[in-house]
């Protein structure tokens, strides 16, 4: 499979935006986690043994810790500087390091769509989880960045006469919930936030971007740096087409959320086709027996 991402470059900006950390640039991260909190909230059940696979900060690990509903907890980081010293596994990218059926609960916050092999690390994840163990994750998602996409586009076409990929493709909601059938899970549910973030200017959605670690990775990426001029006519088509009443730009960020559980006798599962007892029409027809 011909790789997207360039991991050892992802994981370098990542370390670099560790390394000078700015305040504030980990808004995406808390809002994942709040949103994990909300989601851990609503499962009525205790999880013996969890693992936070790549979350690159404590976020996760700490919201399960403060849940109350799991008594083990491990994190598993790609470098030992994301553990800034914790307790933890380190582990290679896209490597779930867990025996077969031994985690009743798995959480990875925005670390999937670095990913050259979303599928496969779904298929780990199903085969470390015990059966009716559960899988949290979110990814940034199709729509991410769309505004930054069109104007770099736009500015590399007219000045060039050509455009180089800048930003990394992301995951469509229907394909995640796809993607999670594919991998064995069962009761599979994937929906979507989006997050609109506005700057004054383009050249300040960029420096979050740089702080978060979240600048291009991609394998094809152009090797010709990006020029001044590039930049400029760029934030000037951003200003044109993406600003507010006040001057300001919008900046769109998806979160998609999947969840699924490893297949278990005891869980529901949907009835046979035509193994109803009362047709559609007779429901639709007698307002009583609705």
Not at 52 to 70: H, I, N
Not at 245 to 263: C, E, L, N
Request: proline share 6%.
């Amino acid at each position: 499979m011909q790789p997207l991402i360039d991991t050892p470059l992802w994981l370098a900006h990542k370390r670099r935006a560790l390394a000078r950390p700015v305040g504030g640039a980990d808004f995406l991260m808390r809002r994942a986690a709040e949103d994990l909190a909300d989601r851990l909230g609503a499962v009525e059940r205790k999880f013996a043994r969890a693992a936070t696979l790549f979350c690159q900060t404590p976020a996760a690990a700490d919201v399960l810790a403060e849940s109350g509903k799991v008594t083990e907890i491990v994190r598993v980081e790609a470098d030992p500087a994301f553990l800034a010293g914790r307790q933890g596994l380190v582990a290679p990218l896209e490597a779930v390091p867990f025996e077969p059926e031994s985690l009743d609960l798995v959480v990875s916050l925005l670390s999937l769509q670095a990913m050259n092999d979303i599928p496969g690390m779904l298929v780990q994840i199903r085969r470390s989880l015990r059966p009716d163990g559960l899988f949290l994750g979110a990814l940034a998602g199709a729509g991410t960045l769309s505004e930054l996409r069109e104007s770099l586009l736009a500015a590399e076409t007219e000045l060039y006469g050509g455009a180089s990929p800048r930003v990394i493709p992301f995951t469509d909601v229907r394909d995640a919930g796809a993607l999670l059938q594919r991998a064995g899970l069962a009761l599979p549910v994937a929906d979507v936030e989006t997050v609109t973030v506005r700057y004054d200017t383009l050249f300040d959605l960029v420096a979050d971007l740089r702080a978060m670690g979240e600048t291009s990775a991609l394998v094809d990426r152009s090797r010709r740096p990006g020029t001044r001029k590039l930049f400029a006519r760029a934030a000037e088509i951003y200003a044109e087409r993406f600003s507010d009443a006040d001057g300001r730009v919008r900046a769109s960020f998806s979160i998609v959320w999947m969840s699924g559980w490893a297949p278990d006798a005891s869980q529901q599962k949907p009835l046979k086709p035509g193994s109803a007892k009362v047709s559609l029409k007779t429901i639709l027809e007698n307002p009583d027996r609705r």
